[in-house]
């Protein structure tokens, strides 16, 4: 939930609360920014022919990454306060 995501940001760094919440958001714009390009382009360069397969790499990429992010969320991740 929306709540959980903003109180991450208090917890783990109460001072630096705003610019830690400025970065993960602009991370989160840049991939929205870049995504359709990306779909865009692995479309464009799969033929006809194989226009599912295009779509699965489509689908391939984000599943592979929000697994990459899970792995590292998973070893990382505390709710403890990392800055003071």
Same mark, same amino acid.
């Given at each position: 939930?929306?709540?959980?995501?903003? @109180?991450?940001? #208090?917890?783990?760094? +109460?001072?630096?609360?705003? #610019?830690?919440?400025?970065?993960?958001?602009?991370?989160?714009?840049?991939?929205?920014? #870049?995504? +359709?390009?990306?779909?865009?382009?692995?479309? /464009?360069?799969? +033929?006809?022919? =194989?226009?599912? !397969?295009? !779509? $699965? $790499?489509?689908?391939?990429? +984000?599943?592979?990454?929000?697994?990459?992010?899970?792995? @590292?969320? =998973?070893?990382?991740?505390?709710?403890?306060?990392?800055? /003071?």
């Amino acid at each position: 939930s929306r709540g959980g995501f903003a @109180v991450n940001h #208090i917890d783990i760094a +109460p001072k630096l609360a705003g #610019i830690i919440m400025g970065i993960s958001n602009s991370a989160g714009s840049v991939a929205g920014m #870049i995504g +359709p390009r990306l779909v865009g382009y692995i479309l /464009e360069g799969t +033929p006809s022919t =194989e226009a599912l !397969w295009g !779509w $699965q $790499q489509a689908f391939f990429l +984000p599943a592979f990454t929000s697994l990459a992010g899970l792995v @590292v969320f =998973e070893a990382l991740a505390t709710g403890e306060r990392v800055f /003071e």
